[in-house]
């Protein structure tokens, strides 16, 4: 394991563009940061980046929970836009984690700032721009992820420190069957959330230093360290180049864990 970047004000939503570069926040400073080689750059772009998920153009899209939005940021073009803050007219529910459907509609997740809160919800925004709610009544939903073929939405629901499965209608964008895959355990509970190409799922549990496994079926595999007590995510390089790598807040680091597992593209 090695640090790549440290002084991190809440590191979190690391990610990877097409070109093998790591792309992650930091929320409590408004910036995004791209890592590029042994190189980092930062785009301050405000407001309180969360979650990171990259499209087919290499757009960002990030989650804003201060702005209670989705927000993109064009790296060619320096420009912030502001895609959807709110559902019929109420503002989101301080967004916290996002990711793509292979067909390009974005699934979020919208907990609120309360784990004992039953009121956070799963959003799906098409491609044609129409928001609609796919799961309502969750405490603290957070990270969220699909698996290799997509039939199946995984979130990390921190509140009650469990990883549920849902079957994913990517024809009518549906969820349904909801069923507990995992018990995570830790002092606050899972954050972040990813897979990798053998279906196994990484789940960084914010208070208990460690990134868990569980492969496919739900058994346990493994703990990863994650030099701090407080890891907020995690992303596997699909390229298999630059192994896991996780955002950890309790010192603010990036880590690096060389592994020749590779991510989901």
Known sequence: MRIILDHLKFPEGPCFDSS?????????????????GETHQRHHVDGAPNGIAIDK????????????SIRTFDPILQKTTTMVDNFNGTALKMPNDLTFTREGDLLFTCPGNSL????GYICC?????????IFEGMYYPNGLALNKNQSHLFVAETGTKQIWK???DNKNKQLSEKTLFAETGGEVGPDGIAFDNEGNLYVAVYGSGKVR????????LEDIAALGYNPTNCAIDP????GLIITEAETGILVQYLTKKRGII
């Open 166 to 168: 849902f079957n994913w």
């Open 116 to 119: 004992n809160d039953n009121t």
């Open 57 to 68: 153009n290499n757009l960002i899209w990030f989650c804003d929970s201060k702005q209670n």
């Open 239 to 242: 390229f298999a180049k630059k």
């Open 125 to 133: 925004f098409t491609r044609e721009k129409e928001l609609f709610k």
């Open 213 to 220: 496994v569980w492969n496919e079926n739900g058994k346990w």
């Open 20 to 36: 093998g570069n790591i792309w992650l926040v930091e929320k409590d400073a408004g910036n995004l940061v791209a890592v590029i």
